[in-house]
């Protein structure tokens, strides 16, 4: 039976996949820019190696405009305005903070601080080690009634 776990990968390893694709293709464009090859000719030459992978012609055709001026590099220009992401070393701080918390206080959506916490973070949440007694007390209360609750079921 094959081993379907090696296939599962997460979102954040296919964002990396990607960006490693699209960093190999802008490198074979430069290159193929330094040869004299225009976009059309570039492009031609990236889906008839890559196929249905290859990145589009408008892309190419930045690229190629951007090689004219000199600007080989692969490294996006920082954007004007409000950061697209929102993080507070906040979170990092106090991981007991409720997601509702920090939307109010940054003013953003709970789902967005969802996306941030679990996505860009990697934290996901967690359970005390260490009970107080009041926790141990009610947890083996709880325990102790449902497992009375299924053994009576079950006769």
């Known amino acids: 039976m094959p081993n379907y776990k090696s296939f599962l990968v997460t979102g954040a390893e296919r964002k990396d996949v990607r960006r490693h694709a699209r960093f190999q293709q802008h490198r074979d ?4 820019f330094l040869q004299g090859k225009g976009p059309k000719e570039i492009h031609a030459i990236l889906r008839e190696t890559l196929g249905g992978h290859a990145t589009s012609y408008a892309t190419v055709k930045n690229w190629v405009a951007h090689f004219k001026r000199g600007d ?4 996006d220009a920082p954007s004007p305005g409000r950061p697209k992401r929102v993080t507070t070393l906040e979170i990092l ?8 918390s920090i939307a109010e206080q940054l ?4 789902e967005r601080v969802g996306s941030i916490v679990y996505e860009d973070l990697d934290m996901r949440k967690r359970v005390p080690k260490c009970l107080n007694t009041d926790q141990t007390r009610q947890r083996c209360q709880t325990f102790e009634q449902l497992l009375e609750f299924f053994s009576v079921r079950s006769k």
């Open 29 to 32: 464009a430069s290159f193929f």
């Open 72 to 75: 080989f590099s692969t490294c």
């Open 93 to 100: 701080e106090d991981r007991w903070i409720s997601a509702k």
């Open 107 to 110: 003013g953003i959506s709970r």
